[in-house]
């Protein structure tokens, strides 16, 4: 018996398959200057709220893993520094530092580089999140069939326990009857 994943777990997985086919699509389209600078500033941060989604839904629900909320967190802290330079590049005050300026091949490369990382962490925290989530369904196939075997147990256990208690009520009655006898055979006698 399989168990159906949950409407929430269904649009986590909906968002992130959905945010990261917009996100690549943007990402191209702007590289390839097909894309206008307000479908640029809607786009991506449209494309990344809808990665982020699933990525703190995750985190939300298994609290209890550690390893998962540092791959999480990691991953949403490099995409904040990779948005954070996408647009650095586009703001009048920063583009005068030669760290910001879409010249500058360290900013661009910086740039793609947190962004890899942040990708990267999200997709192996929710790869993570899917292995686990697997064992967690396998560990409890296995603790589902130690029960039915213990209940099965149990069953028979009690099935003796109750056989047990009829040769008993038999043996009982049959005693009762013995003593009822020896007591007539000796009272009769006597009178």
Known sequence: MTRKPSMFSLIAILLLVGGGVLHAYAQIANHLGYLGDFWQEILIPLSLGMIFAPALYVVRHNLNQPFLKKLVLIGLGCELIHLFLDFADDTP?????????????LHTFTQEIFGAVAISALLAALFYFIVSYQKSESELHLDRDALKKEIRERLRVEEEINQA???????????????ARISHEIRTPMT
């Open 93 to 105: 005050g920063l583009i005068n530092y030669a760290l910001f300026s879409n010249a500058n091949p």
């Open 165 to 179: 208690k009829s040769s008993a009520e038999l043996a009982n009655r049959a005693k009762s009857e013995f003593i």
